[in-house]
């Protein structure tokens, strides 16, 4: 039996804060940590985290130097074998979400990274875009959807952590050096599924993703695996596809 470290990250969060953290209490596998790093809120969102405080592991609210200060400040705390974040405008639909993700790791204990899909919802519910991790592909800047990824513990340890000097596509990071560097062993399940809010820092508009596009091609240039505009421009074709087909 392994134990699962799940992080949320939030600031400012209230409206949606409450539906993470009870898909994360409602999930059938026991053997959870919860850790929750919030950005020293200034609406109610503190109150709400203290209002759980008895079933969430460790809440932290301080001031950080943006999400990925804060998503290290959960790594080093984590005292799970697997480490998955939920940020907090996601949630799990499902409550046997990390019975699964425990069951892939159990299954395979050679692999050191699991994914799965996410699904894009609007404020009804409403499917919008579905992001199939099985479909990733680095040579064109796509990652496997990083609200879907399960890592154990160790790669961190042994790999390194979030580059914070990226301010928005530092997860892109992290996995194109576990999975294309240094050639980490994992597994696609189609049944580990994340639902989440659009809006997030790298899709809230087309400024958004110009900054991301400009990261990912400094980070692959930084690895000495360049990627050129026309690489990423085919992107562009996979996400209008997410869009018409889900």
């Known amino acids: 039996m392994v134990k699962i470290s799940i992080i949320t990250v939030c600031y400012n969060s209230s409206k949606t804060i409450e539906r ?28 709400i985290l203290n209002k759980y405080q008895n079933n969430i592991s460790k809440i932290i609210s301080e001031k950080d130097d943006g ?33 699964t993700v425990e069951d892939v790791f159990m299954d395979n204990e050679e692999i050191n990274l699991a994914f799965g899909d996410v699904v894009f919802v609007n404020n009804e519910g409403g499917i919008i875009r579905y992001y199939s ?12 959807p990083h609200p879907s990824v399960f890592i154990k513990k160790k790669c961190y340890d042994k790999f390194g952590y979030f580059n914070t000097k990226y301010k928005i596509a530092s997860d892109y990071d992290l996995l194109f050096r576990f999975m294309s560097l240094h050639k980490l062993q994992y597994e696609y399940s189609k049944d ?17 993703s110009i900054n991301l596009n400009k990261e990912i091609y400094k980070i692959h240039k ?21 869009l018409l087909f889900h």
Request: charged share 20%.
């Open 133 to 144: 991790g099985k479909k990733f592909n680095f040579d064109i800047g796509i990652m496997p």
């Open 222 to 242: 930084s690895h000495n695996y360049p990627i050129s505009i026309l690489d990423l421009l085919h992107k562009i074709s996979v996400r209008i596809k997410e």
């Open 192 to 208: 580990i599924i994340v639902h989440m809010a659009l809006g997030g820092v790298s899709n809230k508009n087309i400024l958004s």
């Open 20 to 47: 993470t953290i009870n898909s994360v209490l409602k999930q059938k596998n026991k053997n959870i940590e919860y850790i929750i790093i919030d950005g020293a809120s200034t609406d109610s969102t503190v109150s």
């Open 67 to 99: 999400i990925y200060d804060a998503l290290n400040k959960g790594v080093q705390l984590a005292k799970g074998d697997i480490i998955g974040f939920l940020h907090a405008d996601d949630f799990y639909p499902s409550n046997n979400i990390l019975s």
